[in-house]
């Protein structure tokens, strides 16, 4: 008997994400001097009405597309790390205004030596990053922990990286700061859970004929007589869901501060997350997870798409509760 799956082993085995803050293993190399990455939550999906400014066949036609918001939670440079011949080298931390979040978070105050040691040796180092913190108490929602990340920055050299993130420690970092409208993002979140699923949900196996062996939803046969082994490719119940998965070149449709939230709000709040409070963003399409999941968002690293900042003619905000 021949087993017709239609599961994709692309991504195999299939581990549960181990923690909320996933790890990105690759950034774009960006002559700017620009941060490279930021995380936010996903409220929630609408849909909006824009004028399609691609080359396609609906060029200059008005469309509509479904987009998600993601709010952007109160994010603050606490330190530089430097690497030197690919081990860390030091890392000074700065004076955080807050005293509270400075304590929860552990953040050492700054040392002059440290950071003029640093700023002397610039040059040699091969790479230099910024230490960042967010505050998940302020969303009012799941953790309270001050979580940390790492995010890389831009510039010709390593000099000049040093200098940009010298200038921001100890500083609140807000979206308008590192993204805008039109250019493209890559998304990594933890994708929805399933729990414990069985082959047919799992693989998208059919369903056994039921006077075979008395059994419906399982493969007829796991495998050949010889050689005598299952193989891994043989459809098995198991863990579904709850993987870490990056969505590539999603594009910016706006950039909103805490003051324009009422704009996109809809009636009676995004499903399981609310209404949007703090700074945000809207991008074309889905990303990974649901509500309330954290996100890890990059520049692009593979987009060959020039900037052009979207026209849009209408914003959803009817009940998304009934969806």
């Given at each position: ?6 599961g ?7 581990r ?7 790890r990105?293993?690759a ?23 824009m ?33 030197k ?6 890392e ?17 105050a ?7 040691a640093l700023?002397s ?7 230099v990053?910024?230490l ?12 309270k ?38 250019e ?7 994708s ?6 069985g ?55 706006r ?12 009636k ?24 309330k ?30 969806a």
């Amino acid at each position: 008997m021949v087993i017709m799956r239609k599961g994709s082993l692309e991504y195999w085995p299939h581990r549960r994400a181990k923690r909320q803050m996933p790890r990105v293993r690759a950034w774009p190399a960006i002559a700017e001097p620009v941060f490279e990455g930021l995380v936010a939550y996903k409220a929630g999906m609408t849909h909006v009405a824009m004028t399609d400014d691609s080359e396609g066949p609906g060029k200059g036609m008005e469309v509509v597309r479904a987009v998600t918001v993601m709010e952007i939670p109160k994010i603050y440079l606490y330190g530089i790390r430097a690497y030197k011949k690919k081990y860390l080298y030091t890392e000074p931390f700065a004076e955080v205004y807050d005293a509270v979040l400075a304590k929860r978070v552990g953040i050492k105050a700054i040392k002059s030596n440290d950071l003029n040691a640093l700023r002397s040796g610039a040059a040699e180092f091969e790479r230099v990053t910024a230490l960042c913190f967010l505050d998940a108490g302020s969303m009012g929602f799941g953790n309270k922990r001050v979580m940390r990340f790492e995010v890389p920055v831009g510039g010709k050299d390593t000099a000049e990286k040093f200098a940009f993130v010298e200038k921001w420690l100890g500083k609140e970092v807000k979206v308008s700061d590192v993204l805008s409208a039109g250019e493209y993002i890559d998304v990594t979140g933890i994708s929805k859970g399933k729990g414990w699923a069985g082959v047919i949900k799992r693989f998208g196996v059919s369903r056994n004929v039921r006077k075979a062996t008395g059994k419906v939803r399982h493969v007829g046969v796991l495998g050949a007589w010889h050689p005598a082994k299952v193989m891994f490719t043989v459809p098995h119940a198991g863990h579904m869901g709850y993987n870490y998965r990056t969505e590539l070149n999603k594009r910016v449709l706006r950039v909103g501060t805490a003051a324009d939230a009422s704009t996109v709000n809809v009636k009676g709040g995004f499903p399981n997350f609310g209404n949007v409070k703090s700074d945000f963003i809207i991008v074309d399409g889905s990303v990974p997870g649901p509500a309330k999941r954290l996100l890890r968002i990059r520049k692009a690293l593979r987009s060959t798409e020039k900037a052009k900042v979207p026209q849009m003619a209408y914003l959803s905000q009817a009940s998304k509760q009934g969806a």
